[in-house]
């Protein structure tokens, strides 16, 4: 009897090890992927290959979307209410990172986060002069990413190569957009120290860009359109407006010129968001952002438009052509 006790004990003793160590594995192997909240302004190309480059970034550091990480991607579609609930909804969830695609959604998850969850930019144009980091080097608290200065000498070059009978330069922006009246207004103070006319031109969103593309057309010879989401979610608009009047649009961005600009000089969007993506997953695995540096991208590709260049009875110059179908794009 005593025996056959001994024996019960000592099986019981074995089960309940037994069951405990299955309860570990099991609580080990049901651990919960951080959240990565995905935060872009409105849907449009640029900032679209933004997206994409930001989750493929994540990816090639081994965070993949359903595996290792969850992706909880938001699109505000212009309105700035919703960048509001959406960057409180990513609070909520307690996700380990977001991203900001375009400096107004920046400027939502950096209120939303209130300097803890760390928020990385996306391509965000002067983050200084928005309020998001303190400097480049040394961002400051929980932010930093990439930023995409457009190489705004190199267009004026460009303009003035494509269109050398240009007198007056019609700049167009967004009164909404930090990035696109930093970029303007930076355009034309280079064109004032290369003695180039210039006039600006406002829209306050995308409804007024008939109207004022309608009165730019006629008072210049040219336009830039710098990187400005408002302008670029109207650049149909606008091209249709300007080629009636035969003036060429020299926007800042490759989709620009995809949808009907002339030509440019633009820095990849997708590298853009890829590199954006890579720090992202670098800050997952426990890198400080407030000493970790801004990354700049300035150096841009060739990005033509024959059948635009058609329309307006423009040649390109040789030195263009064969740049772009050495290391560029050629839209037909």
């Known amino acids: 009897m005593i025996a056959f006790i001994s024996a019960l004990i000592v099986f019981l003793g074995v089960a309940f090890v037994m069951t405990g160590k299955t309860t570990a594995t099991k609580t080990t192997s049901t651990k919960k992927v951080p959240t990565v909240g995905i935060l872009q302004l409105q849907t449009h190309p640029a900032l679209d290959a933004i997206h994409r480059g930001v989750v493929a970034g994540l990816k090639e550091y081994g965070y993949v979307d359903g595996k290792t990480v969850k992706i909880d991607y938001q699109n505000a579609q212009g309105d700035q209410s919703n960048l509001k609930t959406m960057s409180q909804k990513f609070m909520n969830e ?10 107004p959604a920046a400027q939502a998850l950096a209120s939303a986060a209130n300097k803890q969850t760390p928020v990385m930019l996306a391509g965000i144009t002067d983050p200084s002069g928005s309020g998001l980091i303190k400097s480049d080097q040394h961002p400051g608290a929980n932010i930093t990413g990439t ?3 457009s190489p705004l000498k190199s267009h004026l070059d460009l303009l003035r190569k494509l269109v050398p009978s240009a007198k007056t330069i019609g700049i167009i922006y967004t009164t909404s957009d930090h990035g696109g009246e930093y970029n303007a207004k930076k355009f034309a103070r280079i064109c004032k120290q290369e003695g180039m006319k210039y006039k600006l031109y406002t829209i306050s969103n995308t409804n007024d860009m008939q109207q004022v593309a309608e009165t730019m057309a ?4 040219a336009v830039y359109a710098p990187q400005d989401n408002g302008v670029a979610s109207a650049m149909k608009t606008l091209v249709s407006v300007t080629n009636k009047a035969k003036v060429p649009v020299i926007p800042a961005v490759d989709t620009m010129v995809k949808a009907g600009g002339l030509a440019t000089l633009s820095v990849d969007q997708y590298q853009l968001g890829k590199l954006t993506g890579e720090m992202a997953a670098q ?8 000493d970790y540096p801004i990354k700049v991208i300035t150096k841009g590709k060739m990005t033509i438009n024959l059948s635009e260049a058609k329309k307006l009875g423009i040649k390109f110059p040789a030195s263009v052509l064969k740049e772009a179908k050495a290391k560029g794009v050629i839209y037909k």
């Open 283 to 290: 800050v997952l695995k426990g890198k400080a952002t407030s």
């Open 218 to 221: 006629a008072n210049v010879d």
């Open 94 to 103: 307690n996700a380990a990172l977001t991203v900001g695609i375009a400096t």
């Open 147 to 149: 930023s995409g200065e």
